[in-house]
């Protein structure tokens, strides 16, 4: 069951994002503390998250100012995120976790909503018209988004796809790059915090480690296959 829900985790990860919401409530079921269980979900996923950019490297290409925008701030998040997670502790954890898991889940309800709107909006013309303005919006909202990634995660995909529509970018595939490297970043830093911590179940990890790359190259490889408009329609 763990490896399915990684497998799953990484194939919705590499197109959108919500992947969290099938292997956390997996890992809590299968009997982990609430803290546990988040930081053991963050280290399997991201080999997944590296797997899934891999294979849209080559959307990426030329894109390294805006890259930067996402990077840095995701690492500075997902680090003090993870913390944050670590010190509030299993208790409180548990009790929030609920409402984590429904926020996310209206989230990837909203992702359609969220796109339109980010369409309607835009204001900012892509990153080459108002390079400094577009590049600062980016760096800021994405340091919002990365503070909550590393400390619960679902959702972080379907709000940075929203943030990159903001910008003007229209085309899915690169979008899905931009956005996996900056989840790698987020849950890297994060994955590598909750370690110093000594809050993951490393054999359950390894196996489903396995899982989510498998499921990331795959939906990696698939999206390109299907095209942006039914990768779209998948998002949806």
Same mark, same amino acid.
């Given at each position: ?30 009997? /982990? ?11 399997? /996923? ?26 840095? $701030? ?38 359609? $909503? ?20 577009? *590049? ?6 994405? *340091? ?19 943030? /990159? ?56 490889? /698939? ?14």
């Amino acid at each position: 069951m763990l490896f399915g829900a990684a497998f799953l985790a990484g194939v919705v990860n590499s197109m959108a994002g919500g992947g969290t919401l099938l292997t956390f409530p997996a890992l809590l079921s299968a009997g /982990l503390p609430a803290v546990t269980a988040n930081a053991t979900s963050t280290v399997a /996923l991201v080999p997944g998250s590296f797997s899934a950019f891999w294979g849209y490297r080559g959307e990426v290409q030329g894109e390294g100012r805006l890259l930067t925008a996402m990077a840095v $701030p995701s690492l500075m998040g997902g680090t003090l995120g993870a913390l944050a997670a670590d010190r509030v502790g299993d208790a409180l954890f548990a009790k929030l976790a609920p409402l984590l898991v429904l926020g996310a889940t209206v989230l990837f309800m909203a992702q359609e $909503p969220l796109r339109r709107w980010s369409r309607q909006v835009s204001g900012f013309g892509g990153v080459g018209g108002r390079e400094r303005r577009a *590049l600062g919006a980016i760096a800021g909202f994405q *340091l919002l988004v990365a503070l909550y990634g590393g400390f619960f995660g679902a959702g972080i995909g379907i709000l940075m796809l929203a943030s /990159l529509g903001l910008l003007g970018l229209r085309d899915i595939h690169r979008m899905n790059g931009l956005k996996n490297i900056a989840a790698v970043c987020i849950n890297g830093l994060a994955a590598l915090t909750f370690a110093a911590c000594g809050r993951v179940n490393w054999p359950i990890a390894s196996f489903m480690i396995v899982g989510g790359v498998a499921g990331g190259y795959t939906g990696a490889g /698939l999206a390109q296959r299907l095209g942006q408009q039914m990768v779209r329609r998948f998002i949806v």
